[in-house]
């Protein structure tokens, strides 16, 4: 029997990392998978929330099967399958005074309604399922397989606030966070029975494996530069220290530098067409002042492996900021 799942979450804005997980858990799990958008508050629903979590499920590569389907859009159905309970069931809320239906009965009938056979979601839901199971019952429907799993945690062990770095995919994604980094650590949490820390550590050590395992041309792009500046890119921990080593070389500061010996020997080597690496062993042989050959480059005195830098400019260029 094909294993049925919803990710349902509210138009909140950018997805909490832990509704993230839920959403790699349950594509995981599911060979099918119904995307929700459980809108039924309208005091919690934020304009553009909905998109946001549309760009953050295609940024992470979630693929669903049917939806978006917005359960404000299905209250008559929720009412028609609901009459028999009436407004409350076991002193639980069931329809509002404008005759709107809360979230636990809108829930459950689009459950029935989809065919879901399993709810995947995180342990906060859990105090829900024994009411869900007899809303199920009384309907006359079977209730699904509940599956609950831990939640996403700050370092203090306290729920993860959104605002909190790494709280939200979006807050990632600003920080240069390939998706691939960030889809991998919550592929890595799997199914978690307990709650589990969040470790930036490890988010940004799997960005830095996926920044070295895409070509020239595919980190180039990402970034938006030229890919005669890839080799710059190559020490960058994120997208973000990619684009900033990028402007380096491609939106240099001007600075003074006085250090005619380096720029002289320097000169030499360049015309010689030694590669970058031999010009940097070369200049430390003779003792060259390497800083200020980054200087007359970047016009910063930190950043990419000068090798880098060196190989990312023309020889023309090269000079020309020799002379600059």
Sequence with gaps: MPVRVRFAPSPTGSLHLGNALSAVVNRRLGDWMLL???????ARNLPGGEEAILRDLEWLGIAWNEGPVRQSERAERHREIGAPLGDRFEGLTLLREDGSPTYHLASVVDDIDFGITHVVRGNDHRPNEPLHRRLFQALGATPPEFVHHGLILGPDGRKLAKRAPGGSVASLRDEGIPAEAVRAYLEELGLPRHDVHLD????????????ASLSDEELAARVGVPVSVAPVLRGARDLAEARAYADLVLEPTAVEVDSPETFARFRELVEAGLEPRAVVRELKAVGGDLKAVRLALTGKDRGPELAAVIAALSRDELLSRLER
């Design 36 to 42: 929700r958008i459980d809108d039924t508050d309208p």
């Design 200 to 211: 930036l550590t490890r988010v940004r050590r799997l960005s830095t494996e996926t920044l």
